[in-house]
């Protein structure tokens, strides 16, 4: 019996011993297998990194093509792999490398002709979808396989079979944008220069045409939540990739260097981004001035990515872009914009107490403002920093913004504004009535998409522009009154316009900010005053307020609350 008893008691041993090592190996080995899959895909995304970073393309390597899509190489459909967003190739992860090697990139810089024209560059297959040929006008890539051709420079498309018919087959004119294109031809021959002087430039540039007017890119990635690295590869597609810069790998100073190559007053830079970048690309324009450089200063035009651009909107460009209309289209909008001049602000700072430190100095394109907007916008920035990534939505960052409001109309933490700063303009003290915030604006637009200054329109203002060397100064009551203004229930109180603001807050610490970016400033002097204009252009269609691109109440009430529920967690 006892026998009968250790054999079964080793059997059941056994038994535990087998489960136990078959259920280890079925957690352990999956584990071990992620592991080396990922240890893998590491390896491989390092080495495709560092294969992007030496090719002559501007490759982008793609899980899931957006699109029906062809390797140029093997012909074959691939859902996965890479394309280069400068010519249009694409190929699958087995093809890159010979792809790499036998398909040529956008020349940047090449000679014409011995005609002095300049010759197609095509690609075969992946035709833009909507395309139409050429020569039939029948649409293109209609056929599930790699075919058609598309030239890279003029956007042209072609069937195979019409190819033979195009006429003027070899001559490529750049397409619609022709008048925004640097040709590689002209850079080739400002290479060649021995002497470089403007005039040679204007020499050269006559060659491009009469109306030639090239455009830099300028686009800050960080905005728009990340609407700036699309940009980035559709306007290297349509025009010279030279003109277009990531402001995320190359400084503003560094990109407007380019000006200094091209014909005097004909250059204009988009710059796609927020106020701040447009504000940085702006401190850039001023440096140049101070090299000398005044004859190469650019024109400055907006694509307005991520939340507010006020600018953007006082300038016809619209309160925001989230791909609604095509890149095409925003090119067709600069060579139709007018040019007008708007001034720019020197915002001098200089702290009650220290004497040994220099007063700190901000350029200002759009407003400065003390009190409940500038609490708001310095809250907002804070609770950004510690979080940036909840913050990716317009509808988010509104409603964030609501609940700072809601806050500060129970606490209000700027009340008896008027007790604690004194307000001078052009050197006239103003009595202040019972405030908690002062705004002085240089643009018509504020808050996001509100006209501060007309208010509810429904009394008579004095007329603001952009060049006239004035600003606006206006005070709120608190944030209920901020909030009323901007759905037109309540009009500002106009202090008054002036060519030279001067603020002395006399006690306490106060928050402020100059084109939103704010920051808690203690008993200080602010002196604000003319500084340079800036050249800009004006899209002349009707402007948008951010009436259109608002989602109900209802939805940012939702969305409030669950701010809300975050941050009290």
């Known amino acids: 019996v006892e026998g009968r008893d250790e054999a079964q008691d080793d059997c059941g041993s056994r038994e535990e011993w087998t489960l136990l090592f078959w259920t280890s190996v079925a957690v352990v080995v999956p584990v071990i297998i992620t592991l080396w899959c990922s240890a893998q895909r590491s390896k491989r995304k390092s080495h495709m990194k560092d294969f992007f970073r030496k090719s002559k393309h501007g490759w982008h390597y793609t899980d899931l093509f957006n699109k029906p899509t ?10 996965q792999g890479a394309f280069c967003d400068c010519c249009g190739v694409c190929a699958d992860e087995q093809c ?19 005609e002095g024209a300049m010759e197609h560059r095509w690609v075969r297959g992946n035709v833009p979808l909507a395309s ?7 649409q293109c890539g209609t056929q599930p396989k790699l075919c058609d051709i598309r030239c890279v420079w003029c956007q042209t498309t072609v069937h195979d079979d019409c190819m033979e018919s195009l006429t003027d087959g070899d001559v490529c004119d750049l397409g619609e944008f022709h008048n925004l294109i640097i040709p590689p031809h002209y850079l080739y021959r400002v290479n060649k220069l021995r002497r470089r002087h403007p005039d040679e430039y204007s020499k050269l540039g006559s060659s491009c045409g ?49 000006c200094t190559l091209l014909p005097p007053g004909s250059v204009q830079v988009l ?19 101070l090299k000398g450089q005044d004859q190469f200063i650019p024109r400055v035009t907006i694509l307005p990515l991520g939340t507010g651009n006020d600018l953007s909107n006082t300038l016809g ?38 004497y040994f430190r220099k007063p700190k100095v901000l350029s200002m394109n759009n407003y400065f403002s003390v009190g409940p907007d500038a609490l708001m916008a310095l809250s907002f920035h804070a609770h950004r920093e510690k979080t940036p990534s909840f913050f990716s939505s317009r509808i988010i960052n509104k409603a964030v913004y609501f609940l700072y409001g809601t806050r500060d109309c129970l606490v209000q933490e700027c009340k008896d504004l008027d007790k604690r700063i004194e307000l001078e303009l052009d050197g006239e003290r103003v009595k202040l009535p019972s405030l908690e915030g002062i705004i002085v604006c240089n643009i018509g637009y504020w808050g996001g998409g509100c006209r501060l200054w007309e208010g509810m329109g429904d009394e008579p203002c004095p007329p603001t522009r952009l060049d006239d ?10 944030s209920f009154h901020c909030a009323q203004i901007q759905v037109k229930l309540a009009n500002p109180v106009r202090l008054g316009q002036a060519h030279t603001v001067r603020l002395v807050l006399k006690s306490s610490t106060m928050p402020m900010q100059v084109d939103g970016e704010p920051w808690a400033q203690g008993p200080c002097t602010i002196t604000i005053t003319h500084k340079t204009q800036a050249f800009m252009l004006y899209h002349s269609a009707e402007q948008t307020d951010d009436d259109d691109d608002e989602t109900s109440l209802q939805e940012i009430a939702r969305v409030a609350e669950a701010c809300l529920g975050s941050t009290a967690k």
């Not at 830099?216 to 030279?242: D, I, K, W, Y």
């Open 96 to 114: 890159l490398r010979r792809a790499d090697r036998s398909l040529s990139c956008k020349e940047i810089m090449a000679p014409s002709s011995p």
């Open 132 to 138: 139409y040929c050429a020569v039939c006008k029948q």
């Open 317 to 354: 460009w619209g309160a925001g872009y989230a791909g609604e209309i095509p890149v095409e289209q925003v090119l067709r909008n600069i060579l139709d914009a007018e040019v007008v001049k708007m001034d720019r602000w020197k915002v001098q700072v200089a702290s009650k107490g220290v």
């Open 70 to 79: 062809y390797c140029c190489v093997c012909s074959q459909h691939i859902l």
């Open 210 to 258: 009469s109306g030639w007017t090239p455009v830099l890119v300028l686009a800050n990635t960080r905005s728009g939540n990340n609407m700036g690295e699309v940009l980035l590869g559709e306007f290297r597609t349509l025009l010279n990739p030279v003109q277009v810069f990531d402001l995320s790998q190359l400084t503003p100073s560094k990109a407007l260097q380019l």
């Open 469 to 478: 060397g004035l600003l606006e100064v206006v005070g709120v009551f608190g």
């Open 271 to 289: 710059v796609c981004g927020g106020d701040g970048t447009v504000g940085w690309v702006l401190d850039a324009i001023d440096a140049m001035k």
